[in-house]
């Protein structure tokens, strides 16, 4: 895997050590989650396709079978087909917490469990998930699967960052190894070429940051210079210039859930511009000729992470209450750029949100493992 080297102000260090051993632990008893164990009743793919439903796509009341459904912004239908999101997501996590268990205590019994659990989910021939989301965030009676859906795997950055920590057991064979770079090089293959992934990388607002971010990610696991530095210019050509002249989103502040979509871009930005900052290409300190800049963006919506209480616009229609959670982005601008005030509000938050929606947005679960 490449990784470029960082430099800090403030140094990285743990804020919840003991809790990510117990949560180790907790991991170790998990059944270990695969798509296959969810069959999707409404999917045209097979049992190891990837399927969800868009979420806010609603039965029409006026129809007699409800098809097709409506759109409802920003209102998530709690009917829709979610159960490989979850499988998904408990998968990421578990991975993750065992990881960080295993690289502050180095038992074994840690980075054999994620191992098996990569292997199953990613490899094994019975209960892999294909490298693909043909089918994900479908809408009954509209489409079969759609460009956007390609969110759903934003939680699968994490595991590149996970896997760079495991090598150094046995239980992290070089045929596991192999695999999961391979799983991730057709998967990164789908992402450029199908149409589903032509879609969501052109679209304005957060989905093509998410599709990068992704896209960053899994070329720099797979180890691919090209793909890095096709992300690393749509970032500084195409991404930043979604910002106003503030450092605001205006197509993110205009959804029925301002707050949420303003964090959720910047944090995602944030993740991008940290992982392809090198000593030759340091994005944090790159300016468009409009002036756009990663730093903008944060100095926009800081004041209002630190002090919600000050937010100018509506409120979110749903989950508003929810936020802030511990973004990545607090921590990895607060030490690179040397704000301790925004490491100490990230570390007075809770470790772990009990909002669904929230750990549903949190793209990385632990910054430190991308540190």
């Known amino acids: 895997m490449i990784f470029y080297p960082k430099t800090y102000k403030i140094r990285p ?48 009341p006026a129809s007699p079978n409800g098809l097709p459904y409506i759109r409802r912004d920003g209102e998530t239908n709690p009917d829709n087909f979610n159960r490989h999101r979850e499988l998904l997501r408990g998968m990421r996590e578990d991975v993750v917490f065992l990881t960080c268990a295993y690289d502050f205590t180095r038992d074994e019994v840690f980075a054999a469990r994620a191992a098996k659990i990569l292997k199953e989910f990613f490899l094994d021939q019975e209960t892999r998930m294909n490298p693909s989301l043909t089918f994900a965030q479908a809408i009954p009676g509209i489409c079969s699967g759609r460009g956007i859906g390609i969110i759903d795997t934003l939680h699968l950055a ?30 990164l293959h789908w ?22 971010m992704q896209a960053a990610a899994f070329s720099l ?79 926009f919506i800081i004041p209002y992470v630190l002090d919600k209480s000050a937010w100018p616009y509506p409120p979110d229609v ?36 009990s909002d669904e929606e929230a750990r549903r947005n949190l793209a990385v679960c632990q910054p430190l493992l991308w540190m």
């Open 191 to 212: 992402m450029f070429t199908s149409q589903n992934g032509l879609d969501e990388m052109n679209t304005e607002n957060n989905h093509s940051v998410c599709f990068f």
């Open 13 to 60: 260090a743990s804020d919840n050590r003991d809790w990510l051993i117990q949560k180790g632990r907790q991991a170790l008893s998990h059944p270990i989650p695969h798509i296959t164990d969810a069959p999707a009743p409404l999917s045209e793919g097979g049992p190891h396709d990837y399927y969800s439903n868009g979420d806010y796509w609603w039965p029409d």
């Open 221 to 299: 696991f797979t180890e691919q210079e090209d793909s890095i530095r096709f992300c690393r210019e749509q970032f500084q050509n195409v991404l930043l210039k979604q910002m106003a002249p503030d450092g605001s989103f205006p197509r993110e502040l205009a959804r029925t859930k301002p707050y949420n979509y303003s964090l959720f871009i910047t944090d995602n930005l944030v993740s991008l511009c940290h992982m392809l900052s090198s000593p030759e290409n340091d994005l944090w300190e790159y300016e468009t000729k409009e002036g756009c800049s990663i730093k903008k963006a944060i100095d």
């Open 318 to 353: 749903m989950h508003f209450d929810a936020f802030p959670i511990r973004y990545s982005f607090l921590l990895f601008a607060g030490c690179r750029l040397g704000k301790r005030e925004w490491i100490s509000f990230f570390q007075s938050l809770p470790f772990e949100s």
């Open 158 to 187: 994490d595991i590149p960052f996970a896997v760079r920590k495991l090598p150094v057991s046995p239980h992290m064979t070089a045929a596991i190894l192999e695999g999961l770079r391979d799983w991730f090089r057709q998967y």
